[in-house]
Every structure is written in structure tokens, then in C-alpha cells.
């Protein structure tokens, strides 16, 4: 009899396993008008990304079918969780909360497509990136946290790759990455860091690579590589730096930090560029500095 019990009860756990398997679907749906009781169908869509997602399989997907606000998430395995094109899909990160949190397993990528997250002044960091192998950040606009709009501290290094987005209006950077000791490469192409203290800060450990990007109205600096305990780096081309306290900066840390620049225009900064301890800037020979004061940094040739 106790046999017969036994196996009866490892059976309900394997189908039960089995159930909540085939419960998750490779793609789901949230609706402004949806509820997180559904199965996050196509007909039947959840309400929020978080109801979602415990509904999709690693490596799956999360679409808007509409408008709205779908609400913080932490994200722990293979996602991407896309907005849509043309649909205003917004995270609401306020009340010392995050937007988005990547918390993944080493091996993981993670895609954040068409989101508009959103501080409302009291957020903490619209994206916070804590492990994971990769983070894609494309076509997002992030806004109004007190922190960082967004936030890459991994322990395990990792990859970040941000395009065509727009970051603003933060307490602290637009974007800002650092490492406790294994690299991370941190990837911008045609977006802009606008009205935060700092646009782009480069800490330990991180190597930043900058085209077709912007930094702006930051009340500290523009684009930062500063490095206390690993040396930062970041090459930038193609892109600006504009009516900041400050333009450009490597330095001023404990570590050796240096940033290379090759058709980089640099204007109507109360200071161009500048250098502090252990901190370097080389140009190609075809940087500008147009009504930015008096450089205080050497640019050494490339």
C-alpha cells in the first residue's frame, strides 16, 4: 500500500511539473484592458509585465497589444519584452522602486524593445542591470529617477548594448556601468543623455564604446571615465557633447582612466574638456571645442 501511495504522489508531482512547463508559452500578450488571471493569450492577454512573465519560457517574449501602463519587473531568465512600434507601453518606477531590474542567470540576454519607463521624480533607476551575459536596450526612453536612468553593476562582467534611446531628466546618469573586477563592454549607438547630473559615467572596470550619441544640459558632466578600484576606458566618434558644466572628463579617481575621441564636437560647455588625477584624453586630430572656455586637459595625439 505504501508503495502504491508512493507512486501515485511522485506521479501527481511529475504532472504537475509537467502542467506548469506547458503553461509557459514561448510568446505572451499584455493589454491595457487585460487581466494577469489570463493565460497572457493573444485573445486573452495579462495586464501587467510581471503577471506575464512567470507565464513565458526562458528565452520567450513579452508584446504590448496596446497602450498602457504595464507596470516594474524584475526580469530572471532569457526575455525580451517588447512594446511595440507606434504603441506607448510605460513602466511606471516610482515610490523608491526600479523600472526594470535584471537580475538573469550568467548565460542569460535580456531585450528591452519600445518601453517608455518612468521615474515620476521618486523612482530609483529605470533600468538596473545586476547579472546577466547581455542586456539589449533599443528604441526606449527612460526618465525621472533619482538615480541612474541606467544602472549596469554587474559582479560576473558582462555585455550592454544601448541604441536609439534617450535617457533624461535623472538625478544621477543617464547611463552608468561599473564592474567589481571582470570587464563589462557597454555599447551606445545614435542615442542621448540629457539633464542629469551626469550623462554617460564609465567606472571600474568598464569599457565604453560611443557613436552618433549626445550628452547635454548635464549639470556635472557630459561623458565621464573615472576609475577608483579597475581602470575605465571609452572611445567615442561621431558624437557631441553640449552645454554641460562640463564636456568631457577622464579622471579624478584612484586608477587609470582614459578616453579617445575621433570626430567629436564639444560646445558651449562652461568647460570643454578636462583631465583630473590618473586621467587621459587622446583625439585622432579631429575633435572640436567651439565655445567651451579654456580647455584645462591636454590632448595628447592618437
Known amino acids: 500500500m505504501k508503495r502504491v501511495v508512493l507512486y ?3 506521479l501527481a508531482i511529475t504532472v504537475g511539473v509537467a502542467s506548469m512547463a506547458q503553461g509557459q508559452a514561448t510568446r505572451t500578450w ?10 497572457c493569450s493573444r485573445t486573452a492577454p495579462c495586464k501587467t509585465f510581471a503577471g506575464a512573465i512567470s507565464k513565458t519560457a526562458a528565452g520567450g517574449e513579452i508584446d504590448a497589444l496596446d497602450p498602457g501602463g504595464f507596470g516594474g519587473v524584475t526580469v530572471t531568465k532569457a526575455m525580451t519584452i517588447d512594446g511595440g512600434g507606434g504603441v506607448v507601453a510605460s513602466v511606471l518606477g516610482s515610490s523608491g522602486s526600479n523600472g526594470v531590474t535584471i537580475n538573469a542567470q550568467s548565460g542569460d540576454v535580456v531585450t528591452l524593445r519600445n518601453l517608455s519607463i518612468f521615474g515620476a521624480g521618486t523612482g530609483i533607476n529605470g533600468v538596473r542591470f545586476l547579472a546577466g551575459r547581455a542586456a539589449h536596450i533599443e528604441h526606449c526612453s527612460i526618465s525621472s529617477f ?8 554587474l559582479v560576473g562582467g558582462g555585455l550592454v548594448f ?8 535623472n538625478g544621477g546618469s543617464g547611463l552608468s556601468a561599473l564592474s567589481t573586477g571582470t570587464p563589462v563592454q557597454v555599447s551606445i549607438d545614435n542615442s542621448r543623455f540629457d539633464n542629469n547630473a551626469f550623462g554617460v559615467s564609465a567606472l571600474d572596470f568598464t569599457y565604453f564604446s560611443v557613436t552618433n550619441s549626445e550628452a547635454s544640459g548635464n549639470s556635472q558632466v557630459g561623458f565621464l571615465a573615472q576609475a577608483n578600484g579597475g581602470s575605465a576606458a571609452m572611445s567615442m566618434a561621431n558624437s557631441a557633447a553640449g552645454n554641460n558644466a562640463i564636456g568631457i572628463k577622464s579622471g579624478g579617481g584612484g586608477a587609470p582612466s582614459s578616453i579617445r575621441l575621433a570626430g567629436v564636437s564639444v560646445f558651449l560647455n562652461t568647460t570643454g574638456l578636462t583631465t583630473g588625477t590618473n586621467g587621459a584624453i587622446s ?5 572640436y571645442n567651439s565655445g567651451s572656455g579654456t580647455p584645462t586637459a591636454h590632448i595628447a595625439p592618437q
Open 162 to 169: 544601448v541604441e536609439d534611446t534617450t535617457s533624461q531628466d
Open 146 to 153: 533619482t538615480n541612474n536612468g541606467i544602472d549596469v553593476e
Open 283 to 287: 583625439s585622432f586630430g579631429n575633435t
Open 30 to 39: 499584455v493589454s491595457g484592458v487585460g487581466d494577469d488571471a489570463n493565460p
Open 8 to 10: 501515485f504522489s511522485i
